[in-house]
C-alpha cells in the first residue's frame, strides 16, 4: 500500500482497540524472567560451547604477535580464533571501525580474539592465558584539542558543510540583544540492561544468530556482507530485547564473533560482552562542543540564529548531528548552521536515543533560557513569539502538525509555572534552593517503509509475523492492537510473532520510526485480508463491517472464523511512503518542566517534579507511550545530572567502563513524573495516523534541568552534566 496523500476514515478511527491503555503483553514474561533473551536461548539448538572475546588493551596500533599456547591447552578449550589469523573483515554500511581481523587496533577494547570452551568460566580462564605483544602508536583522544583543525562536514551528502538563510553574520552584528556561548556534551554509554549477547550455529552454509538487535533486516545485510554470504543464507532470530537505545542498531563484535567461533569450533557458540568490555567495544554518544548565537529584537523575535557543533570519530565516523532541530525549531530569516568533525581514536561514536537532538537541544534549549532572561521575557513567552508553522528554510513546506506552543502553555497551568519566581536564587526552603526550568522539545518523525504477513486461522485467531523489534518499547502489544482493531477482534484473539528475519521485513526499531512504520505495515497487510474474507464469505470488501468476531453487512452476520473453516486465509503487504514526508515536515513537540532543589551548601541537585507535554500524533497505546516518556525523561535526568564517559586522555579509553562508576539514574533520583498527551491525529503520518514518542521523551529533558539549576542557583553550567562541584 502506497501511503501519499493525508489518510482518510479507516477501521483504525473506531479506536475500539487502539489509543487505549493497554499492558503490555509481554510485560508477564519480562517481569517473571520466561521471556527468553539471546544468551539464555538453551532450547533453540543443542550442544552449545561459550565464547568469551577478549578486547584490545590498547587503543591504536598493531599486535606484533600473540602467544595462544597455554590458552590452547587450558581445560576445556575447543578452539581459539586470533584476530591475526582471520582477515580484516568487510565493513559493513552500518559500522564504522572493522569489527574484527588483522593487526591493527584501531580503538581500546576492539576484539582480538575469541576463546571457546565447554563452560563460561573455562573459555574466561583460557582468554587470560593469552599474552599479547602490542606495537602501540600515538593515538588521537582529546576532543577539545582535536577541534581547533577540525573540518568541516555536511550533514548528508550533496548539502553545504555550512548551510546558510540569509545574512546571519550581519543580522547578529545588528541584534540589539544577543547570545554568545559554548556548550558541551560529554560522550555518554546505552547502558542498557541486556548485554551484547549472541549465539550462532551453522548448518552447511546456512548461518542462524539468535541476538539482540534493533533492526533485522539491516542486520541479515551487514552480516551477510561483513562475512561474505549470500543473504538467504543468513537467519537472525530477536524476538525479545533487553534494551538497546541505538547500541543495538547494528551489527556488533558479539554476533560476528560467534559466528566465526561456531565455524572453528564445529559447534554452536554463545557469546555475550562482559559490561566492562561494551563501553568500549561498542559504540557511544559522542561528546559535543557547540556554539549558538542568537540575535534577537527587544521585543523578543530572533532575527539571527547560528549553531555550530564539533564532535569526533573514528576516520570512517559520521558527526553526531546536533544542529539537525535547530534548523526546525524557531523561526527567523537570518541562519547560519555547521559542524565539524574531528578523527579521534577513541571508540566508535554512533546512534543513541535521539542521536542529534538529545545533545543538541541541551544546548540550544539553556540558550534559549540565557535569551529570554536577557530580554526580561518568559521563556515559554519567547518561544511562542519565535513559533513557527512551516519549515524556516523553506516556507512551503507546512508542518504536519505543529502544537508546541500548546504544550507549552498546558504544561504551564499544570505545572504551576506561574508560581516561579524569575529571579534566580530568590526561593529558598531551609537549606534548599528551589527553582524551576522549561525546554521545547523537538524530535522528527521519519517515515520508513515497513512490511507484514497476516494470518486467519479456523479458531478465529489472527498471527501477525514481522521482523519488527520490540526493544522494549511495547511493540508487540500496539501491533497486536492494530491487528484487532482492523480484524474486529478482543486482543487475546491475536497473536504477534516478532524479531524474525524468516518474517516480511519491517522498518525495525530505530529514530522512534517504529510505532507508527510498524503498524502501518501491519494495518496494509489486514487491508488485503480483510479483502480476502470478504471474498471468501461473499461480501462486498467496501460495505463489510468487522466487529466482535464478527463480519457484517446489510442484515447478515457471519463469525470470521468462517472465513477460515476449510483453510486458514493469509495476506501479505507493506506501507511505503510518496514524497508525503518531503511534501510536509513532520515531528514530534513537547514541553518539558522540571522543579529542582539543589542544597545550598553541598551543591547537591534533587529533582523534585518533571511534568511532559506532548504532541505527537496519534497515541496508540497511552499505557505504554507514557512508559516511553518517562524513560527518556529520566535517561535525559542522568545526561544533566551525572552521565559521562572520562576520557583517559593519554590511553585512550573510557575509564569508567561499568555500571558502578558510569553513573545513571535509579529510582531515588526522580520521584514525581507526569506526562500529558494533546489529543491529536496526523493524517499526514500515515493510515495510523499517529507518530513516534521513543525518542522525544528524553529531547531537551536535560535543558529544563539546567535551567532550573540556574533559577534555583543563579549559576549557570554550560558544561554538561552539572555535577555539583560546578556550580558551587
Ligand atoms: Mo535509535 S538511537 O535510532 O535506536
Redesign the pocket.
Known sequence: MKFDTPAGTNPIDQLKVIGKPTDRIDGKYKTTGTAPYAYERHDVIANQAYGFIVGSAIAKGRIAAMNLTDAKAAPGVLAIVSTLDTPKLTLSAMNVASLFGGPDVVHYHQAIAIVVAETFEQARAAASLIRVDYARAKGRFDLEAAAATAPLVADEKGEPPVDRVGDFEGAFAAAPVKIDQQYTTPGESHAMMEPFASIAAWQGEKLTVWTSN?MIAWGKRDLAKTLGLKPENVRIDSPYIGG??????FVRADIVLAALAAKAAGRPVKVAMTRPLMINNATHRPATIQRLRLGATRDGRITAIAHESTSGNQPEGKPEVAIQQTKLLYAGANRMFSMRLAELDLPEG??????GEAPGLMALEMAMDELAEKLAIDPIELRAINDTQVDPAKPERKYSQRQLVRCLREGADRFGWARRNPVPASVREGRWLIGMGVAAAFRNNMLTKSAARVRLDARGVVTVETDMTD?GTGTYTIIAQTAAEMMGLPLDKVVVKLGDSDFPASAG?????GANNSTAGVYAACVKLREAVAQKLGFNATDAEFSDGQVRAGNRTVALADAARDAPLSAEDLIEYGDIGKRFQQSTFAGHFVEVAVDAYTGETRIRRMLAVCAAGRILNPKAARSQVIGGMVMGAGAALMEELAVDKRFGFFVNHDLASYEVPVHADIPHQEVIFLDEVDPMSSPMKAKGV??LGICAVGAAVANAIYNATGVRVRDYPITLEKHL
Open positions: 534493533q538497546g537505545f541505538g547500541g543495538k542498531l554512533n546512534a543513541m536515543r535521539a542521536p526493544i526499531s530505530g529514530g522512534q520510526w521513543g525518542e
